[in-house]
């Protein structure tokens, strides 16, 4: 004899039938942003970042770079803005084992730092190399579509031009990502118009629109840009 049918109750969001529910408390945004914890690799490396100044990717946009890295099994990835390593280590976890980290930063005391991250947690010289530089001087010199990800979290005044040397760095699938794609709450509001805001918003804006692009934006941390090159 079957069971009884029993009636269950409808769900009801609290939004309009049109509208998708949204993240709106501090609490959501919280759990997703600490969804997976940090080692004590990378809180030795952000102690390291605070005591130089450095503010790293946050641990939400951290994990999504290990996933993104994982994804498109990278090994080859470029990085403008090593900081102490925060970054670094997070796309190191994701990348093949046989991957090289590319990182460029202008400040030489902070790539000793990062050096001091990645070997602490186990990577062998040979994964990872490190350039003291500026960005847009160093990109020049780099493979064309000799990468899987570049990574993106250096001058945000100069994130136009980084966006037209990453689509050249990358392979064709290929992946790029840029750090702070909302600025602190800044890129939404159109009423902020300092240069880091106007080049961040800009950058959002052409790539959302660059037929050779797929993207989206992730909201954890200061935003998350991600772009993917369509072969």
Do not use: C
């Amino acid at each position: 004899m079957p069971p009884p049918s029993r009636r269950v109750a409808p769900i009801v969001w609290s939004h309009t039938p049109t509208e998708e529910p949204t993240i709106t408390t501090a609490a959501s945004l919280a759990f997703a942003e600490d969804h997976l914890s940090e080692d004590d690799h990378l809180a030795a490396a952000r102690q390291r970042a605070d005591e130089v100044g450095v503010v790293p990717i946050g641990p939400g946009a951290g994990a999504v770079l290990s996933f993104l890295a994982s994804a498109v099994q990278a090994r080859a990835v470029a990085e403008i803005g090593t900081g102490t390593g925060v970054s670094g280590l997070w796309l190191l976890r994701g990348m093949q084992a046989d991957g090289v980290l590319t990182s460029v930063d202008l400040e030489a005391e902070h790539q000793r730092l990062a050096r001091e991250t990645f070997t602490e947690a186990g990577f062998a010289p040979q994964r990872f190399r490190l350039i003291a530089g500026a960005g847009l001087d160093v990109m020049p010199r780099l493979t064309d579509a000799g990468y899987d990800l570049v990574f993106l979290d250096g001058d945000k005044v100069e994130y136009g031009e980084y966006l037209e040397q990453a689509v050249r760095l990358v392979r064709p699938g290929g992946l790029i990502a840029f750090d702070n794609a909302l600025w602190h709450d800044r890129v939404a509001d159109p009423s902020q118009r300092d240069p880091e805001t106007t080049a961040i918003r800009e950058v959002v804006q052409r790539v959302a629109t660059d037929d050779r692009l797929r993207s989206m934006l992730v909201p954890l941390g200061d935003g998350l840009l991600v772009a993917q090159l369509l072969s």
